[in-house]
């Protein structure tokens, strides 16, 4: 994975300066990225706005590249960043206080999250983000996607198993809607719908933008995954 911050992230960047009501990322903010990876993310916004950063991603070796990144950034512009990072699922409760944060980044890691801790996060996103804040969440998007129909259909998430030590079956979870297993690697993956952002994230955040990729199909056949960028602003009133 490239050092460089994604596209994505800087066009989210450009688009809230241009329409922020005043700057959306204060020096001295906090911004917080959830499933951080190498960080790149993370520590180019914190360099650019002399902003505070908390990352973390559930692996470790992710978690060391991101320091490791980060040092040599420091290195190179000859500036202290602040950084707090940690080894955490984003499905736990997040190690911010309440109303602390300006900005949060989700790039591409709540799809792998099952139903209770999508909630759970949620729950946390409401609790953390100052009124005024900014979300980008990016994320797998159902809505026009040939290749993620397929793979529900044909890799369906068959339901969790929670075992104890022994590993014996304790309980077990029903399938997820809108989920499959990844035929590669093996991994539980859940997809959006257009829909689904509005219901879940409206009440609390007002979306601003939507942008869906186009080159997911090729010669008329599933390319690959599509996805979608959103930009959000932590609403100031709830009862509206």
């Known amino acids: 994975m490239s ?3 994604s596209s994505d992230m800087e066009t989210f960047e450009r688009w809230a ?8 990322f204060p020096k001295g903010g906090v911004v917080l ?3 951080c990876g190498n960080g790149r993310n993370l520590i180019q916004m914190c360099s650019s706005y002399d902003m505070k950063g908390v990352g973390f991603d559930i692996s470790n070796v992710a978690v060391e590249l991101a320091q490791k990144s980060q040092d040599r950034v420091e290195k190179e512009k000859g500036k202290k960043i602040s950084i707090d990072w940690s080894v955490q699922s984003a499905g736990e409760p997040l190690p911010v206080e309440d109303e ?5 980044i989700d790039a591409m890691s709540t799809h792998f999250l099952r139903d209770k801790e999508r909630a759970l996060y949620i729950k946390e996103l409401i609790r953390i983000t100052k009124p005024f804040s900014w979300v980008f969440f990016k994320t797998f998007v ?3 996607d040939i290749h993620a129909k397929h793979l529900i259909k044909n890799h369906p998430d068959p339901g969790l198993q929670i075992l104890d030590d022994e590993g014996k079956i304790i309980t077990t979870e029903p399938p997820e809607r809108n989920s ?6 093996g991994v539980y993956e859940h997809v959006w719908t257009e829909q689904d952002i509005y219901d ?5 955040f007002k979306i601003h933008k939507m942008i869906k990729s186009y080159k997911h199909i090729k010669d008329g056949k599933a390319f690959k995954r599509r996805t979608i960028s959103v930009y959000m602003e932590r ?4 009862n509206r």
């Open 33 to 35: 990225d959830g499933g």
């Open 200 to 204: 879940t994230f409206v009440p609390y």
């Open 142 to 144: 159902l809505d026009g």
């Open 235 to 238: 609403q100031r009133d709830l």
């Open 3 to 5: 050092d460089e911050a």
């Open 180 to 185: 499959y297993v990844h035929p590669k690697i």
């Open 17 to 24: 300066i241009r329409n922020a009501e005043w700057h959306p």
């Open 100 to 104: 602390s944060v300006d900005v949060v």
